[in-house]
């Protein structure tokens, strides 16, 4: 049985990916990037949960629970972070859009959610 704060996230994980990808189609890829990024964050939060009953309270703590525990999830959000960031003062591509978009997709499978 899902606990509350495992619906809560995978309700907001399903919300921020729909939203990207309302925003992807209307070739808005700055937000795009930040959604998809919203939603893999959720996604890294549900797994921290199914996996050692705990959410992280920060960017911080996230990164380095998934740094020490789950390094192939660690290495996507590390790999993301820095366009999460630069989406704010540089425009982002099509091409980067799909690769978080991938991303978000990959750990919903690990996490078992269908987006």
Do not use: G, W
Not at 39 to 54: E, G, P, R, V, W
Not at 60 to 82: A, C, G, H, M
Not at 83 to 103: G, H, P, R
């Amino acid at each position: 049985m899902k606990s509350i704060k495992e619906e809560i996230l995978e309700k907001t994980a399903r919300e921020y990916f729909s939203s990207a990808e309302d925003e992807f189609e209307k070739e808005r890829y700055n937000s795009a990037v930040v959604l998809y990024f919203k939603c893999l964050i959720a996604l890294a939060d549900i797994y921290i949960l199914q996996n050692l009953n705990i959410t992280p309270s920060s960017h911080t703590e996230r990164f380095r629970i998934v740094q020490s525990r789950f390094p192939e999830i660690y290495n996507i959000l590390d790999k993301d972070f820095p366009f999460y960031q630069e989406s704010y003062i540089q425009i982002m591509t099509k091409e980067l859009a799909e690769v978080i978009k991938n991303d978000a997709k990959f750990v919903a499978e690990k996490t078992r959610i269908n987006l």
